[in-house]
């Protein structure tokens, strides 16, 4: 990684510590293993294990649910790493700075510290499901249904664009539990993927970039779920959403940062090292 000339007010020599090593982590791991993650659609579940084993995963988790302790500038230091190793393949801001903050913010005490602590350390793999086929952006229009039988709930609906949606362990599901409320009648239900009968996984999605990327079509058919992997109250999702949604597009205006910078110090060296008509690139600048 190129050590940018500038450094942000909020990076402090800890941070910086952590983003070298996240570096040397995407270099290392996960750069040498682009073309093969691309052609499989996906990374290797060890390698959730390893950053789980470095401390790269749920940075800006409390140590109380096995996460780093951190703030969200340890959060930012590894999503800026990865962006200027300009990979696009390992879904760790989707784990981390998303599903993670998600339990943090939502969950009891219990389902923290029952999924917090295996996120951390890659056991668990955490995707949240949203769009569906037929909805986008408009959140309120979703048709996954989540009717409340007893103890539990019974899941029926289709999910697309998940991102970590083939490899997830915990899913967080945006579902309609009253369908008459709109927006206030949706809620956010966690379903654990292992040994769930009717949860399906679809095809992973080919895309026109990030081709090394999980995402995934999810599908659930009577899915039943406890009522205690409900997150926060009934009808209360949509407004989870819209919050945690603001931290969402700041963890891409990182990335995208971090992809811009690169760029240009590739562009520039690119331009001072090409000789054309003996002299570099570089030097043909207009003098004016």
């Known amino acids: 990684m190129i050590t940018p000339s500038y450094s942000s007010p909020w990076r402090d020599p800890e941070v910086d510590a952590l983003g070298e090593l996240a570096a040397k982590f995407f270099a290392n791991e996960v750069v ?155 809620s956010l239900i966690v379903v654990e993927t292992a040994d769930c009968p009717g949860f399906v996984r679809g095809r992973i999605l080919d895309k026109v970039g990030q081709k090394g990327a999980d995402t995934a079509e999810l599908s659930f058919e009577d899915v039943r779920v406890p009522v205690s992997n409900l997150l926060g109250g009934e009808g209360q999702g949509f407004a989870q959403l819209m919050t945690q949604l603001a931290q969402e597009r700041l963890n891409l205006g990182i990335t995208a940062v971090g992809a811009m910078e690169t760029a240009v110090e590739m562009a520039v060296e690119y331009v001072k090292s090409r000789q054309v008509f003996g002299q570099t690139v570089f030097d043909y600048q207009s003098a004016s």
Not at 67 to 91: C, K, P
Not at 139 to 149: D, P
């Open 32 to 186: 040498p293993n682009r073309e093969r993650f691309e052609e499989q659609k996906h990374v290797d579940r060890a390698l959730w294990t390893k950053a789980g084993e470095l401390g790269l995963l749920c940075c800006s988790i409390p140590e109380a649910y096995g996460g780093g302790g951190g703030t969200y500038a340890h959060e930012a230091a590894i999503m800026e790493a990865q962006a200027r190793s300009a990979d696009a393949t390992f879904g760790i801001l989707v784990h981390s700075g998303i599903v993670a903050h998600y339990v943090l913010a939502y969950g009891t005490e219990e389902q923290r510290q029952r999924w917090l602590p295996k996120m951390a350390g890659g056991e668990l793999i955490g995707a949240v499901a949203m769009t569906e086929p037929g909805t986008g952006s408009d959140l309120q229009s979703i048709k996954t249904r989540a009717v409340r039988e007893g103890d539990h709930y019974i899941i029926n609906g289709a999910k697309t664009f998940i991102s970590n949606g083939a490899m997830a362990d915990l899913v967080v599901v945006a579902a309609k539990t009253n369908p008459e409320a709109g927006g206030k009648g949706i």
